[in-house]
């Protein structure tokens, strides 16, 4: 990397000048990351077992899901550490080289990308279950989906590349064009998911064309289709201000404002890798179903179940 892109490079990170005007913005992004860690890789390592438990997802699913969630345990596993880790050095007052920056940036883009296609890839799969029903496992292979899954993580891979090939402007350009395709492709499946689950709700009423078994088939795609929709609005939410901020933050526009937007818009992006499992608790039912009972059979909780047990067995009635 040439010493040329290293400075433009290191144009957008705050500097020792900026220490007094962000100390607090350092200190509030450096505590919240700390947390969202831990909560980031424990969640998604218990999803990603109920995910494999869970008989009742198609492997289709299944596989698209495990690449979310093992997106979103890089993020706490290893991106959100590097960020508390430079958010520490701004507070010391040492600014971090080149090399170390680049480092943190490259690894940030390749799991913080793998994420956001997996949400857009899942979204589009949701979609074809909906849409084609009947004809979904036909088209819709195991195969066929593990390529898409291993296309996400290469594609996610290329963009770091960038940054070693000095192309600090065209990464920036795909980041961005990547994004917005990815909001407006998923805004657009939605709006068809709606009408769909109109028409067939249309169909039921009136005609009663679907019997009971696929009505109830049909039904359990909607609550996918649904749990799957709140992802993508969190992830609207949580990727948005970082796209806004990465237009913003440059050489012309370094102001505190702007830097300190840029900061917490970062956490927010790493704040959605804590917050999937929780969708997945709250509105896939099977999944839901299946993390309680890994949660039940836990050592921890048999123990304090039986010493529950034998306090009701040796109170006083």
């Not at 929780?278 to 993390?291: A, L, S």
Request: glycine share 2%; proline share 3%; aromatic share 12%.
């Amino acid at each position: 990397m040439s010493e040329l892109s290293c400075e433009e490079l290191l144009q957008y990170i705050p500097s020792i000048s900026d220490f007094k005007d962000l100390r607090s913005s350092y200190i509030a992004n450096c505590v919240l990351n700390n947390f969202l860690t831990h909560t980031a890789i424990v969640s998604n390592i218990v999803t990603m077992l109920a995910i494999r438990k869970s008989s009742s997802l198609p492997n289709t699913s299944k596989t698209l899901l495990l690449s979310l969630a093992a997106s979103d345990v890089g993020i706490g596993f290893f991106v959100q550490p590097l960020y508390t880790s430079l958010l520490i050095n701004w507070l010391r007052q040492n600014n971090p080289d080149c090399y170390t920056y680049m480092i943190f940036r490259n690894i940030a883009f390749f799991f913080a990308m793998s994420s956001f296609l997996s949400v857009v890839a899942v979204s589009v799969d949701r979609f074809l279950a909906v849409h084609l029903h009947l004809r979904y496992q036909e088209v819709v292979t195991h195969k066929r989906i593990f390529a898409v899954a291993i296309s996400i993580w290469l594609l996610s891979a290329t963009v770091p590349l960038l940054t070693l090939l000095n192309l600090l402007d065209a990464q920036r350009l795909i980041l961005s064009l990547f994004g917005i395709a990815g909001i407006l492709l998923t805004t657009l499946i939605y709006i068809r998911i709606y009408f769909v689950v109109r028409r067939h709700k249309m169909q039921i009423q009136s005609l009663r064309v679907l019997q009971s078994e696929e009505r109830a088939n049909f039904s359990s795609l909607i609550s996918s289709a649904v749990g799957v929709f709140y992802i993508y609005v969190f992830i609207i939410v949580c990727y948005v201000p970082f796209l806004i901020s990465l237009e913003a933050l440059g050489p012309n526009n370094s102001s505190t404002s702007i830097k300190i937007f840029f900061l917490f818009s970062l956490t927010l992006l790493y704040l959605n890798s804590s917050l999937n499992p929780v969708i997945y608790c709250w509105k896939m039912r099977h999944i839901r179903r299946t993390i309680m009972d890994l949660l039940r059979n836990t050592p921890w909780t048999k123990h304090r179940l039986s010493q529950q047990h034998q306090q009701m067995l040796f109170s006083p009635s």
